[in-house]
């Protein structure tokens, strides 16, 4: 199992900064992707970003040169930087991971959401 413990949600104003963190702890051994999910009320949860193993990203269009992903394989956390916030962008965040089980299959492993709120 995998626990993912996510923070830095907050309430911020239109054209804020937020950064939020995901620490991974549990059995981190060769965690894959890991990733940022929102889900704001009355919509499905949508992809945010994610980063591989190695350092390629990806982002949805809608995120794109505001936000940005990484991750501290030796911390196992990934962070992702929220520029120029828009009130669109108010949902609860869920950060992702995945790896592989024994048989091969991909298991992924969810944190519990935090909330962002942009809004004046």
């Known amino acids: 199992q995998v626990q993912l413990v996510e923070s830095g949600g907050g309430l911020v104003q239109p054209g804020g900064s937020l950064r939020l963190s995901c620490a991974a702890s549990g059995n981190i051994f060769r965690i894959n992707d890991m990733g940022w999910y929102r889900q704001a009320p009355g919509k499905e949860r949508e992809l945010v970003a994610v980063i591989t193993s190695g350092g390629n990203t990806n982002y949805a269009d809608s995120v794109k040169d505001r936000f940005t992903i990484s991750r501290d394989n030796a911390k196992n956390t990934a962070y992702l930087q929220m520029n120029n916030l828009k009130p669109d962008d108010t949902a609860v965040y869920y950060c992702?991971?995945?790896?592989?089980?024994?048989?091969?299959?991909?298991?992924?492993?969810w944190g519990q959401g935090t909330q962002v709120t942009v809004s004046s």
């Open positions: 992702n991971c995945n790896k592989l089980n024994i048989l091969g299959r991909r298991i992924d492993y």
